[in-house]
């Protein structure tokens, strides 16, 4: 096992090595990575990297020591509140925090649920109901918060069958959950519908818009058909929505928001009850970091909405471009009538085609994938990193088909997808 040396080494020399480790990473800025990183042009790094350099030290841990980090984050959730129409709710505006990923929103999600439960309702067994799509985050919630799962099969397009969830429901549900758009297969739930079911109970209604929080009201400025799945629809009750996604802000930060404050407060715990005084955390952190959440502010701030409209047209476009593009490809299919910036790559039934195979092939091009099952399929989230790269893609895709149709791969790993 290693060990740190005992003498210090300069900073030429460790910088050094910390880039040569990096020779086998992807590369992101190349566009052959569809996913993980997300860029927003040269502009955006810019603004980015300079707010990280003033923040690169800042604990948010404790806002009085800090306030700037307080106004941060109470303008970055107000922005984000906007964009999802919590600023019109009859109830007051839409409020929330900032968290370290989609992950940690979610987790937020379901304690707030679950505490909400317990304390209106005096659920003592709480239980969430889900479609199969939904996020692993949603399990990893319920396996560290003791909630029981009913999970729903989904329709044949891939949509969550909102009459199986319905027959879930009961006393003991505290959060139905659906996803706009699910990550799986990029199509979106009918929010509207698991609203009301969750209402039919007095339940929470989580909205997974990690993927498309900082997509879906650019696309719907775009001109193109949205189904209502914001804070327009009654019922939901929290929305959790990534600014380093398709925010362009870097790693790693998220938002999650609540319909209203008293919702809010479910998820915040305060204690007083030790020696150190009074201790209060909004999420599962206690100590955070300033960096992102002041990376997010710069970037919000830098783009503007018209700015965000112009990265997602360009996203778009490269996303339509890439799904009629495998479309053509004999031998292979997009799994689900995917509208938006997410793409399942299956092999077409009796094809020959090992798709985790196809992966091997075009990962040796420098392409990259995240891998699911199932059926096995490569999975793409679009962006406008990719801005330029689509038709090699699909001239790489197309020689990679015919590289190895008949072939097959030992290999049965999978890259599962996350929210960090």
């Known amino acids: 096992m290693a060990e740190l040396g005992k003498q210090g080494r300069p900073v030429d020399e460790v910088i050094a090595e910390l880039t040569d480790k990096r020779a086998n990473d992807v590369k992101w800025a190349d566009g052959k990575t569809f996913g993980m990183v997300y860029d927003g042009g040269p502009s955006v790094h810019e603004v980015a990297e300079q707010a990280a350099r003033l923040y690169l030290h800042e604990n948010a841990l404790n806002t009085q020591a800090f306030p700037s980090l307080a106004a941060i984050q109470r303008e970055v ?23 370290s990923g989609g992950t940690e929103s979610i987790l937020c999600a379901v304690l707030a649920a679950r505490e909400r439960g317990a304390i209106e309702r005096g659920v003592t067994e709480p239980e969430m109901v889900l479609p199969e799509t939904a996020h692993a985050a949603f399990h990893k919630a319920a396996h560290n918060f003791g909630l029981t799962v009913r999970v729903a099969p989904v329709r044949e397009d891939y949509t969550a069958d909102v009459d199986a969830m319905a027959s879930m429901i009961n006393d003991k549900t505290v959060l139905v959950v659906g996803s706009a758009p699910q990550y799986p297969q990029g199509v979106q739930d009918d929010i ?60 790693g930060v998220s938002v999650i928001l609540h319909r209203s404050k008293q919702s809010r407060q479910y ?21 955070r970091s300033g960096l992102p959440m002041a990376c ?34 004999d031998g292979v299919r997009v799994l689900g009538a995917g509208q938006f910036h997410l793409i399942a790559m299956a ?23 995240d891998r699911q099952t199932p059926p096995d399929n490569l999975h793409s989230t679009v962006s406008n990193t990719n801005t330029g790269a689509i038709d090699d893609y699909l001239t790489d895709l197309q020689s990679c088909v015919e590289e190895i149709r008949g072939t097959t791969t030992d290999d049965r790993s999978t890259t599962y997808a996350t929210l960090e």
């Open 77 to 99: 959730v107000g922005w984000t509140s906007s964009l999802l129409h919590g600023d019109l709710l009859e109830e007051g505006s839409a409020s929330g925090f900032l968290t």
């Open 192 to 251: 509207a519908a698991i609203g009301q079911l969750a209402m039919s109970v007095d339940a929470n209604c989580h909205v997974d818009a990690c993927m498309g929080g900082f997509v879906l009201p650019f696309v719907e400025r775009l001109g193109r058909d949205v189904q209502p799945w914001d804070f327009r629809v009654p019922g939901v009750t929290t929305i959790s929505a990534d600014i380093h996604k398709l925010g362009y802000a870097p790693k």
């Open 267 to 287: 998820q915040t715990f305060v204690f007083d009850g030790w020696l150190g005084g009074f201790y209060a955390s909004p999420n599962m952190q206690g100590t």
């Open 296 to 329: 997010a502010w710069a970037v919000m701030q830098h783009l503007g909405v018209d700015g965000y409209v112009e990265l997602t047209r360009q996203t778009m476009i490269n996303a339509d471009r890439m799904r009629a593009g495998i479309m053509a490809i």
């Open 347 to 369: 092999a077409e039934p009796d094809s020959g085609l090992d798709m985790f195979a196809l992966g091997d092939a075009l990962m040796k091009h420098g392409w990259y994938h």
